[in-house]
């Protein structure tokens, strides 16, 4: 059984960041004191120097801007794709049977190994890397709405259509939602792997992007460099989930969540 | 009269699970009721009740037998009948009033009016109010008088209820019970109630059909309930001709309810 949380709200936060402080504390602690050579695992202060200069300097808001371009197109169209593909098989029995193994084996296959194949079909620039992300984004989401098409509640399904809804009502009122739900619980890794499809392409081939930017950096073994790139994308990474929990809670506000009482 | 809905000599099979062999859920069974009459089905637990409910609605169609509507030959859904069910069939992301206005706005009427009409209706079950809750922040009784409405909105000339009351508490399920017989004697519809509970069947109904315990169950004794309306669920259980009724019914049912039992132990 799960224990209750006995720390308040702010308190978490406050142990958080303190959780932060003593990972960078002891990080300088042992680079300074050259325990961990600082050539292979950077230096903290140089590291936020760094960061504090991409953002002063600007230098880093056009590559930051392309990555994240790449991460949104991605998952737009790989949701997209997968609702569409997934919503198709799910209520068509043949066209499922006949995709299974097919589905199986891209889903199997290492997708990453596409991106050198996106790069030669689509260029260097934003294409390529929308590509390898929609690749990696649409097998989340189109297993999800599958999942979520066949397991709508027959019970629901069968007063809908004696309330007269038809096929297309089905559709849009019943099979949507129920699948929405599912998509949205997906939501959260879907984002994270547009994210890692725009990087990894990024790191494979590109000439913008903060994977560019981490790439180049290893190329002249600046480690610090290297470091702050993965620490933008880290904190990035963070906000665009943060912006799916808001989304989520908002559009999903019909699921039974904790129970709720109301504050008198 | 033409019956409003008739089920003849249907027999649904199934197969059985694990592909071996088959189950009959239904044997041989005709039943027939009356434009607005009230028809209770009773019988143990497990034999084919649902069963015969979706068959009248359209939802299975029998492995022999022919269902009519107002004498015309069922197929596909059954238009003119609403449908309540056992389990929870609110679409759990519209709140009450959207369940309420689902059928009318799957029927082409504009939102607008749906809402409106849903509204009211929502006021006639005793939900004024909670237009905005969703399904899952009503109680069991609220989540059934929301399904009442659904049901009812439509104006069907059919209402079939698979013990829609099955889940709630004695007192939730007694006010729900004088609500529907309130609402069914404003605007007499054919009723066609499947309950296993003797007791419900007798204060609800004009006739009771009591149907034998599975596999291939089938009517075994119909009774008249020629109780005065209108009634109160909960008096009329004190009524001498209500303890004679179920003592009649109960010397049927009771054999058949055993062996339903022994049935399931098995």
Known sequence: ?264 | MTPALALSNVTCTFAARGGAGRYTAVHDTSIAVAPGEFLSIVGPTGCGKSTLLNVAAGLLEPSAGSVTVAGVPLSGLNARAGYMFQADALMPWRDALGNVAAGLEFHGVKRAEARERAREWLARVGLAGFDDRYPHQLSGGMRKRVALAQMLILDPEILLMDEPFSALDVQTRQLMENELLELWSANRKSVVFITHDLEEAIALSDRVIALSAGPGCRPIGEFAIDLPRPRDVAEIRLAPRYVELHEAVWRVLRDEVLKGYAQQRK
């Open chain 1, 1 to 264: 059984m799960a224990r209750e949380l006995k720390v308040g709200r702010g308190r978490l936060v406050l142990y958080q960041a303190l959780l932060a402080s003593a990972f960078f504390v002891a990080w300088w602690a042992l680079t300074e004191t050259k325990v961990l050579a600082p050539f292979f695992f950077g230096e903290p202060l140089k590291v936020v120097k760094v960061i504090w200069e991409w953002f002063s300097g600007g230098k880093i808001y056009p590559h930051l801007a392309i990555t994240l371009w790449e991460t949104v197109l991605a998952f737009a169209f790989g949701s997209l794709l997968g609702l569409i593909v997934g919503l198709w098989l799910a209520l068509s029995p043949l066209a499922s049977a006949l995709a299974d193994p097919y589905i199986k084996a891209l889903n199997a296959m290492p997708r990453v190994i596409l991106a050198p194949i996106f790069a030669v079909w689509f260029g260097l620039g934003v294409l390529s890397k929308v590509a390898l992300g929609v690749t990696l984004v649409f097998f989340i989401v189109f297993f999800n709405v599958y999942q979520g098409v066949k397991e709508v509640s027959p019970v629901v399904l069968a007063n809908a259509r004696m309330l007269g809804a038809s096929r297309r009502q089905l559709l849009r009122q019943i099979y949507l939602p129920s699948a929405t739900a599912w998509v949205f619980s997906s939501l959260h890794t879907s984002v994270g792997m547009a994210f890692v499809g725009a990087v990894v392409g990024e790191y494979l081939g590109s000439a913008k992007g903060v994977g560019y930017l981490i790439l180049q950096a290893e190329g002249t073994f600046d480690i610090n460099t290297v470091f702050a790139g993965i620490l933008v994308l880290t904190a990035f990474a963070l906000l665009l989930d943060f912006a799916v929990t808001r989304i989520e809670t908002r559009l999903l506000k019909w699921r039974p969540g904790q129970a709720e009482t109301e504050r008198l």
